[in-house]
């Protein structure tokens, strides 16, 4: 029998609508809640991402600003429109659209961002507090992806959970998630060796390449009933294609997440419960002064 597809307009719809409600209290509290973008260049996939979490933003009442920046901007320049963003009591969350180009340092100008604002939990300070398991902000892909567990009751205790990927913003902060939820993680990156047999292994594989011509998740590579969510986004034959292949995937797995319409839509609404949660910290840091 095949398994569930994992439905992520509908997992994100439901988390919308909670922030939409969080969004109209803190709004009664006279604070409007607002997330500064800033996008640097002009990467198409890029800017179409940027472009929808602007429409999300508008559907909760979280109101936005839009920060283009030409691809050639020095990392002092850039440095200077972050310092005013933090400095700006009106903007609560701040998102740098990753990649950047070249000549600016990601991990240098994500630093810069207040964790307060820090609604990518990119920060050291957030990604730290991350580890200690007293994070307040997420990174939105990984928090989504814990969401979607939580809305189809799979329970994650003792499983062996495979992540395909060690990125700060996915894999990394997934694997203190995983943990603090007593999964076993293990973490793959392009150096491991054997990929197939420890994905014949897992209980659940989280996969994130993003590279059809490298590494396609295929039905031999897992086992009966696993769970498989894939964060992955790329172009496959003209079409828009995750890790894995779907359709055989969903033959033998008892969930599987279809690309699009998984877990992309789960990052979006993170990211507005995140701008809400940034919000009501500066109206308790204002009152705290
Ligand atoms: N680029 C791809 N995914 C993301 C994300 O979640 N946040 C940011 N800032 N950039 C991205």
């Known amino acids: 029998m ?12 439901s988390v919308k609508a909670r922030v939409k409600e969080a969004v109209a209290v803190i709004k009664g ?7 500064a973008t800033i996008l640097v260049g002009d990467n198409p996939a890029s800017a179409t991402y940027v472009r929808n979490k602007h429409k999300a933003c508008e559907d909760v009442g979280i109101l936005t600003r839009d920060h283009k920046l030409d691809s050639s901007i020095t990392q002092g320049e850039f440095d200077r429109v972050i310092e005013e963003l933090n400095q700006d009591s009106l903007v609560h969350g701040i998102l740098v659209q990753l990649p950047l180009p070249a000549q600016l340092d990601e991990f240098a100008s994500t630093s ?17 507090l991350l580890a200690a398991n007293k994070a307040v902000l997420v990174a939105c892909t ?7 567990f939580e809305y189809y009751n799979i329970n994650l205790d003792g499983k062996n959970v495979v992540v395909i990927n060690r990125s700060s913003l996915v894999g990394k902060p997934l694997c203190h998630l995983l943990l603090e939820k007593n999964a076993t993680v293990i973490m793959c990156h392009s150096k491991t060796r054997n990929l197939a047999g420890v994905c014949q292994s897992a209980d659940v594989i989280i996969t994130a390449v993003g590279d059809r011509t490298r590494f396609t998740l295929t039905p031999e590579m897992i086992k009966e009933g696993a769970i498989v969510i894939d964060v992955a986004i790329s172009r496959f034959n003209d079409k828009l294609a995750g890790d894995a292949d779907y359709d055989g995937i969903i033959q033998k797995a008892s969930f599987a997440s279809p690309v699009p319409g998984g877990v992309g839509p789960m990052t979006v609404a993170m990211l507005l419960r995140n701008t809400v949660t940034a919000a009501s910290l500066s109206s308790q840091i204002g009152r705290q002064s």
């Open 29 to 35: 509290q006279g604070i409007s809640p607002c997330l």
């Open 112 to 128: 810069r961002i207040s964790p307060l604002k820090d609604v990518d939990g990119l920060t050291p300070h957030n990604a730290g």
């Open 2 to 13: 095949a398994g569930t597809r994992i439905d992520g307009n509908e997992v994100a719809k």
């Open 142 to 148: 990984p928090s989504g992806i814990m969401e979607i």
